[in-house]
């Protein structure tokens, strides 16, 4: 069992940037491909950014491509989505994700074994 803890969510202007946090448990950080993931009200949740085991092989959502960057420090297990350029569009519930069985994060939210709590992203115009 693995558990993940986002954080670093809040109210930021239009423009401006965020960095989120999920931390999580265990000694085999390394073993699993991680990505994040968001839903806004009334919307169905949708793939935001992945990175690879080990080595931090990062791909992204065409939405998000050029303002957030995904990253993983195996020692802390943590992986970051630094948010730059935020727009009212991507204020939304973000979410982290763990994938123990593939060595490339999947765009697919069944692909992905354990889920944190979510952390608030509001951007204001």
């Known amino acids: 069992q693995v558990q993940l803890v986002e954080s670093g969510g809040g109210l930021v202007q239009a423009g401006g940037s965020l960095r989120l946090s999920c931390v999580a448990s265990g000694r085999t950080f390394s073993s699993y491909a991680m990505g994040w993931f968001r839903q806004a009200p009334g919307k169905e949740r949708e793939f935001v950014a992945a990175?690879?085991?080990?080595?931090?092989?990062?791909y992204y959502a065409d939405s998000v491509k050029g303002r957030f960057t995904i990253s993983r420090d195996n020692a802390k297990n943590t992986v970051t989505l630094q948010m730059n350029s935020l727009k009212p569009e991507d204020a939304a519930v973000y979410y982290c994700a763990a994938d123990h069985r593939q060595y490339y994060g999947s765009r697919y939210e069944a692909d992905y074994d354990y889920w944190g709590q979510g952390t608030q992203v509001t951007v204001s115009s």
């Open positions: 990175i690879s085991r080990s080595d931090g092989i990062s």
